[in-house]
C-alpha cells in the first residue's frame, strides 16, 4: 500500500463525484445510513455500556457506507440495486469484524480518557453526564467551565475522527493493522492537506446552500403555523430541518470512499 500526492483541487473533484453517486441511488445510500444510525442509537440508550459501545459501532458504518458507495460507482453507468449495495456492506462488516471491533475500541478508550480529562475543568459533570448518563442540572449546563470543558471534548477528538476518516478502509481494502491503519490516516490527511481543505471548504458550500434553501422553506411553514392557517405546519418545518440534516450528512459520507480511492494504492 501506497499512498499518492493529489492536488488541492482534487477535493473539489470528491465533493462533485460523491454527490453524482448519491444521486444514482439516494434511497439506498439513505436507508443505509439511517439503519447504521439507528443501530448507534439503539446502543447508545443502554444503561452504563451505551456511551462506550457508540464510538464501538462507528467504525462499522464507515465501512458500510464506503463499501456501497463503491459497489455504485463501479457499476459501469447502471443504475446499481440497492440490496446489491446492502449485501456487499453486510458482508464487509461481517468479514472484517475482527479488525473493526479493535478499531471501535480504541475509539472508546480514547474517547472515555478525554471525556475524563474535561472533570478538570468542570469538575465532572460533563464526565458523568456522558459516562454515567446523569441529568446535569440547567445552571451547571449554562457555566462556562461546563462549556469549556464540551469545547475541551470536542478538541481533543478532532484527531481522533481524523484518524478514523480512512482506518475501516484501510483494514478492509488493503488488511492494514487496525493501529498502522489509524497512523496512515493521519499522514494521508496531513500529506494532502490541500485537496482534503478543498474537500471540506467544498462540503460547507452544499451544506450551507441546502441550509439557506430548506431554512427558508421551514420559515415559511412556521409562519403558515403562527397564522393558525395549519396547525401541523410549525411541526412539519421542524421534521423537514431535522430529516434534511440527516440526508446531507448521508450525502457527504458518500464521498468519503474516493477520498480513499484516490490517497492510497495497492503496492505493484
Known amino acids: 500500500m501506497k499512498l499518492n500526492l493529489v492536488p488541492a483541487r482534487t477535493g473539489a473533484e470528491w465533493v462533485r463525484i460523491g454527490l453524482k453517486t448519491f444521486w444514482r441511488q439516494p434511497l439506498a445510500f439513505i436507508s443505509l445510513f439511517f439503519l447504521f444510525m439507528a443501530s448507534i442509537s439503539i446502543a447508545s440508550q443502554l444503561p452504563l455500556i451505551g456511551s462506550v459501545l457508540a464510538p464501538i459501532l462507528l467504525p462499522f458504518m464507515t465501512l458500510g457506507l464506503m463499501v456501497a458507495t463503491s459497489v455504485a460507482h463501479t457499476a459501469d453507468r447502471q443504475k446499481p440495486a440497492a440490496p446489491a449495495m446492502f449485501i456487499a456492506a453486510a458482508e464487509a462488516v461481517k468479514t472484517r469484524w475482527r479488525p473493526m471491533i479493535v478499531l471501535g475500541l480504541i475509539s472508546a478508550a480514547y474517547f472515555v480518557i478525554a471525556v475524563g480529562l474535561s472533570a478538570l475543568i468542570d469538575g465532572g459533570h460533563l464526565a458523568t453526564a456522558y459516562l454515567l448518563d446523569t441529568t446535569v442540572p440547567e445552571e451547571v449546563m449554562k457555566s462556562s467551565d461546563f462549556q469549556i470543558a464540551r469545547l475541551f471534548v470536542m478538541v481533543l477528538n478532532l484527531p481522533l475522527s481524523l484518524a478514523m476518516w480512512h482506518a475501516p478502509a484501510l483494514v478492509h481494502w488493503h488488511q492494514v493493522e487496525p493501529v498502522k491503519a489509524l497512523f496512515f490516516s493521519l499522514v494521508a490527511l496531513f500529506r494532502n492537506f490541500g485537496a482534503y481543505a478543498?474537500?471540506?471548504?467544498?462540503?460547507?458550500?452544499?451544506?450551507?446552500?441546502?441550509?439557506?434553501?430548506?431554512?427558508?422553506?421551514?420559515?415559511?411553514?412556521?409562519?403558515?403555523?403562527?397564522?393558525?392557517?395549519?396547525?401541523g405546519a410549525s411541526a412539519i418545518g421542524s421534521a423537514l430541518m431535522l430529516g434534511a440534516a440527516l440526508v446531507l450528512a448521508a450525502m457527504s459520507l458518500s464521498s468519503t470512499w474516493f477520498t480513499f480511492r484516490d490517497s492510497f494504492r495497492a503496492d505493484e
Do not use: H
Open 198 to 231: 478543498m474537500f471540506c471548504l467544498s462540503w460547507f458550500g452544499v451544506f450551507l446552500a441546502a441550509g439557506i434553501g430548506i431554512g427558508l422553506l421551514a420559515t415559511v411553514l412556521v409562519g403558515v403555523g403562527a397564522m393558525g392557517m395549519g396547525g
